[in-house]
Each structure stands twice: as structure tokens, then as C-alpha cells.
């Protein structure tokens, strides 16, 4: 089985679908087409816009359209069976089912008056099942047995609070005068160790952070992403692992990429920087 080629022309398919999600979840101006929820006695509640609220609603929202792409490229679609294992969704080929896909569900706001950054977001653990290719601690299916690790990512406006009045009920008939919690959507796809950072991506858990330049993430751009997989794998498997002299008589643990690279011999001109300053302006 040729893994590479089938990893492309999944990659290809899930770029080709993105392009055309804007039309199910946004308005001609940008807003989200979901409003708020509804009671029996058709009264409209707007929605917080808590981050992980936003995301699972969207992802809701997403699914039908994911259960359509599943189905015109010949997958089926396998759900995690527990909230907190990894991925949101497994496309298993139903033709050949050592063909099979992680797909993870990304979304995030941009930063107010930085838009050329985003948030960010995690990527997985680096834990047990990702040193263990073959354990089922926490994971659909063996982490070894995907041949590509993806994710579906959405880049949003939130819109200023001071718009938004969550302790107003609405009648339905006032459904268009909402105003929406987010706008402006930005789809993307990518494999996940080409927009990985070198740090965590939330406080004490054993998670991979991204990159937060959105043009970055947008191209694949990650600090690994000339590096290549390998190195991904190897720099998080071993993340603050690795004791190395700090200069100054002590020791430290390794838990940069650059200190790593130079660590296994490798070439750091290789490492791609973050950017998180502001593009400069091209002169006339």
C-alpha cells in the first residue's frame, strides 16, 4: 500500500471540501448563520461566546457536510467513543480499512488589532498514546494505524461583547436582527506536525501547541514544517525529557526546538520561526 499517495489525494479532497463550507455556516455578510437556541415556546436565546462552546456548536453545525464528504469518497465515519479521546473523527476507507484518516476539528479567534494572529489551539496529547504508536489509551484507533493526522481548522472574529446582550430572549420572528457571536470565517486544512509549535498548548496538560501566524497556518508554515515529520515525532515524544548542562554548572531538560536540533546533530537553519510581529508593509 502506497501511504504517501493515498495521505495526498486525501489531503487534496479535504481541501477541495473546505472551499466550499463558507456558504453553510455564514451569511452574505460574514455573520454566523446560527443565532442562538430555541425552546418549544419559540423563544431565541443568544449564544455565549465562550471558545469551546463556539467550537462544539460549529462542529455540530459542520457535521452533516463532513458526513457528506465521507460518503462521496467512500469512507465511513467512526466517532470517538469517549469526550476526551483523540480524534474528533476517524474516516476509515470502507474498501480498504488499513486506509484510514484522524480528523480533528480546530477552531479559534483572531487577536483584536492583531489580525495577522490567531489564538491558537492544541494539536493532541504527546502523552501515552502518541509514544506509543501501538496503545489504545485514550485513542480511537492505535496512533500508528492512521496514515495521516489532520486537522480542519476555522478562524474567526469574535464580535465585541458590548453588541451582545445574553440576558435577552428574542421571539423568533426577531431571528434576522440577532446579531451573531463570530464572523468572518477562515477554513483550513493541515496536517497537524506542519503547524506544531515547540511549547505546550495549555497549561499543565501533556498537549502540542500551534503556531499563531495565521498566513502560517494557513500554509503550513510550522516550525517542523521543514524539518519534516520525523522530527515532529521525535522532538514531542521526547519533550522535557532529555537532560542536557545548562552553562552554568547545573543541568536542564530540553524543551526548545533549536536546543533539541542542535542536540541530535541536526541542521537548525531548518527550523522555521515563529511570527507573531506584524507583517511589514511593502513600500510603494
Given amino acids: 500500500m502506497n501511504a504517501m499517495r493515498y495521505k495526498a489525494e486525501f489531503e487534496a479532497q479535504l481541501k477541495e ?143 465585541d461583547g458590548t453588541t451582545i446582550d445574553e440576558t435577552r430572549i428574542h421571539r423568533l420572528h426577531e431571528l434576522q436582527a440577532i446579531t451573531s457571536v463570530i464572523r468572518n470565517f477562515q477554513f483550513f486544512v493541515a496536517e497537524k506536525w506542519r503547524i506544531a509549535s515547540d511549547k505546550s498548548g495549555s497549561g499543565n496538560t501533556a498537549n502540542i501547541g500551534s503556531i499563531n501566524n495565521i498566513e502560517d497556518i494557513i500554509h503550513g508554515n510550522g516550525m517542523f514544517s521543514k524539518l519534516g515529520e520525523e522530527w515532529f515525532d521525535d522532538y514531542w515524544m521526547n519533550f522535557r525529557k532529555i537532560t542536557i548542562p545548562d552553562g552554568k554548572g547545573g543541568t536542564t531538560k530540553i524543551s526548545t526546538l533549536k536546543e533539541f536540533v542542535t542536540y541530535r546533530n541536526g541542521d537548525i537553519s531548518l527550523i522555521v520561526p515563529k511570527r507573531n510581529r506584524a507583517p511589514k508593509k511593502v513600500k510603494k
Avoid: M
Fill in 17 to 159: 471540501f473546505v472551499r466550499g463550507l463558507q456558504v453553510h455556516i455564514s451569511t452574505d455578510d460574514g455573520q454566523w448563520t446560527v443565532k442562538g437556541f430555541i425552546d418549544v415556546f419559540q423563544n431565541v436565546y443568544t449564544i455565549s461566546s465562550d471558545t469551546k462552546i463556539v467550537s462544539k456548536i460549529l462542529e455540530i453545525h459542520l457535521f452533516p457536510q463532513i458526513v457528506e464528504f465521507a460518503k462521496l469518497h467512500g469512507y465511513r465515519i467512526v466517532l470517538a467513543d469517549h469526550q476526551n479521546y483523540y480524534p474528533d473523527i476517524s474516516l476509515v476507507h470502507i474498501q480498504n480499512e488499513e486506509i484510514k484518516f484522524a480528523l480533528d476539528f480546530k477552531t479559534t479567534y483572531r487577536i483584536p488589532n492583531k489580525p495577522y494572529l490567531c489564538n491558537g489551539f492544541t494539536l493532541g496529547s504527546h502523552g501515552k498514546y502518541f509514544e506509543d504508536r501501538k496503545s489504545s489509551k485514550n485513542i480511537q484507533f492505535p496512533y500508528g494505524s492512521y496514515l495521516g493526522h489532520f486537522c480542519l481548522g476555522i478562524i474567526y472574529d469574535r464580535v
